[in-house]
């Protein structure tokens, strides 16, 4: 069958590779494949269409029956809408200061949302019991934003993994302090391949309330969801989404990706692939003199330290983002596109910058 005329042309080599993001690969062929499945004919808008409704029943096989999942557009709309359902108008949010939505997504939480984001300084973007006691405080105090939710990232923005008990340890803390729990999954997908669980095991199961659930960064188009893990402690979620400017008409352009991704092993096979590339690039990393790994590689990031001068000629050569310039610090992410020839091409290259 011939592909269908378009006006567009491509504008880039797709020959082109890097270590910047795992937003910069494209969509997976599964999920282009799912989107022409959705096209075609009439289907309801704003949400009320069969791929809306099917993707509840995918939600519960992870989640359980107690789950529903309303698609967003992105990330950001999707962690604005969560913390908002979980907060009234003076709540605060407790997160790392690491968290990204405390430094990656605009000041979006604070000022589309309302609240106040309480931030605690942590060594691997992990928050403890402990931690969160530093500003789990002054519920009674007109003159402080009240703590009523908690917030944490899996994988973290330093690509380190909760085990499971760990996140039942906040959720139990949380919950006994009277506050609710949110889960930015961006990468929830990298986190369960790494840990060798199912995403249940790790939020439902040990007391999670609400949940970001990512899909671009595993091989979606565009598209995320929130999903409700328990009913009682979101209010409010539909219009919550339509104030926030995140209610898609063409939803089933969202949720048939999911669907894709969801349904099978599709985010699963994605996910462990990256994981695995990121784990060739630490060891040919490692074997590099002059070079640190900072975090424990446990996801599909790699952080590194390594002479200034040589990152900036390494940039002309392999796109990547500095996460601490000044130190030296770096961030290499591996998507569900990289292959073993890309992760042996940069190290080859880093090792000739470092000689030269």
Not at 43 to 52: L, P, S
Not at 99 to 109: F, K, L, R, T, Y
């Amino acid at each position: 069958m011939r592909s269908p005329a378009t006006d567009a042309r491509r504008h880039h080599d797709p020959e082109v590779r890097g270590f910047a993001s795992d937003n910069y690969a494209g969509a997976h062929p599964e999920i282009l494949a799912a989107l022409a499945l959705a096209n075609g004919g009439h289907q309801i808008a704003y949400g009320e269409d069969d791929y809306t409704d099917h993707l509840q029943r995918v939600a519960h096989s992870h989640f359980g029956q107690d789950a529903r999942a309303f698609p967003v557009f992105n990330g950001t709309g999707a962690n604005v809408v969560a913390l908002q359902a979980l907060t009234d108008r003076w709540g605060a949010v407790i997160c790392a200061e690491s968290a990204h939505i405390n430094v990656d997504e605009g000041g979006a939480p604070e000022r589309v949302a309302g609240l106040k984001l309480l931030t605690v300084p942590t060594p691997d973007g992990k928050l403890t019991p402990e931690l969160i006691d530093r500003q789990a405080y002054g519920w009674d105090d007109e003159h402080r934003a009240m703590p009523q939710a908690v917030s944490i990232t899996q994988n973290t923005e330093l690509g380190t993994v909760y085990t499971p008990d760990e996140i039942r340890a906040i959720c139990e803390h949380a919950h006994g302090l009277g506050m609710k729990v949110h889960l930015d999954g961006a990468r929830i997908a990298n986190a369960a391949a790494s840990l060798d669980v199912p995403m249940r095991t790790f939020t439902n199961t040990v007391g999670v309330d609400i949940l970001s659930c990512g899909g671009t960064k595993n091989g979606m188009l565009f598209g995320e969801a929130v999903v409700v893990l328990n009913p009682d402690a979101a209010r409010a979620m539909k219009h919550l989404r339509k104030l926030s400017m995140q209610l898609a008409s063409k939803m089933r352009f969202v949720s048939v990706q999911l669907e894709a991704l969801l349904a099978g092993d599709l985010w699963l096979r994605n996910a462990r692939h990256a994981n695995t590339m990121a784990q060739r690039l630490a060891a040919g990393v490692r074997a590099v003199d002059g070079v640190r790994i900072l975090h424990p590689v446990q996801a599909n990031a790699v952080f590194a330290r390594l002479p200034h001068a040589v990152s900036l000629r390494l940039q002309e050569r392999f796109r990547f983002y500095f996460w601490d310039e000044k130190a030296g610090d770096v961030r290499w992410m591996c998507s569900f596109d990289t292959t073993e020839d890309d992760v042996d091409a940069f190290v080859q290259a880093l090792k000739e910058e470092m000689a030269g």
